[in-house]
């Protein structure tokens, strides 16, 4: 499965490669290895990644649709 993320460093398209868990204090944290467009590599917590991954519905901006969608006959 093909995740895409913004690249923490420069913020261009960058893709999820691995996705693992590392222990910790709190119990088992899931990473990720990230390599962007541009040639970076990061591995970091997914939870740190700047986007929230797309597997949450919830950060579905449903009302969003409707304010990117050009207004019909609402002239100044
Ligand atoms: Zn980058």
Redesign the pocket.
Known sequence: MLTVVA??????P?EITETFSLPSTDGPVAHVAVG?????HFRMAADRLPAPPPAHPLVLPRAGLGMARPAVGGGR
């Open positions: 690249c923490p460093q420069c913020r261009v960058a962007c467009a541009a040639g970076h």
